[in-house]
């Protein structure tokens, strides 16, 4: 079985920063992409940043110079550093993996429980 658990979410006011970390635990043979998702109420959930095994990264627009996202390959773990956050990034924050267990060649998408991130004076 793969698991991800997530960290790190929680109140914040405008303008401040968090910490959000993702690691991946099980029988992991390979990870190819892990990042982060998030949803809104009543709205559908959207990408907000990935980071492939070959360092490609892909931000949402609305959080591009705001978020980074990096890694630990050893520990299979994620982190999303969120600064300048607004009250428009409030939303559950997702952890999202694609990769392949072992003895299973096709890489599979998998997702965490979710943190709630709330940016809110």
């Known amino acids: 079985q793969v698991q991800l658990v997530e960290s790190g979410g929680g109140l914040v006011q405008p303008g401040g920063s968090l910490r959000l970390s993702c690691a991946a635990s099980g029988s992991i043979f390979s990870v190819s992409t892990m990042g982060w998702y998030r949803q809104a109420p009543g709205k559908q959930r959207e990408l907000v940043a990935t980071?492939?095994?070959?360092?490609?990264?892909d931000y949402a627009d609305s959080v591009k110079g705001r978020f980074t996202i990096s890694r630990d390959n050893a520990k299979n773990t994620r982190y999303l550093q969120m600064v300048n956050l607004k009250p428009e990034d409030t939303a559950v924050y997702y952890c999202y993996a694609k990769l392949s267990r072992i003895g299973i060649t096709l890489a599979m998408p998998y997702w965490g429980q979710g943190t709630q991130v709330t940016v809110s004076s």
């Open positions: 980071l492939t095994s070959g360092g490609t990264t």
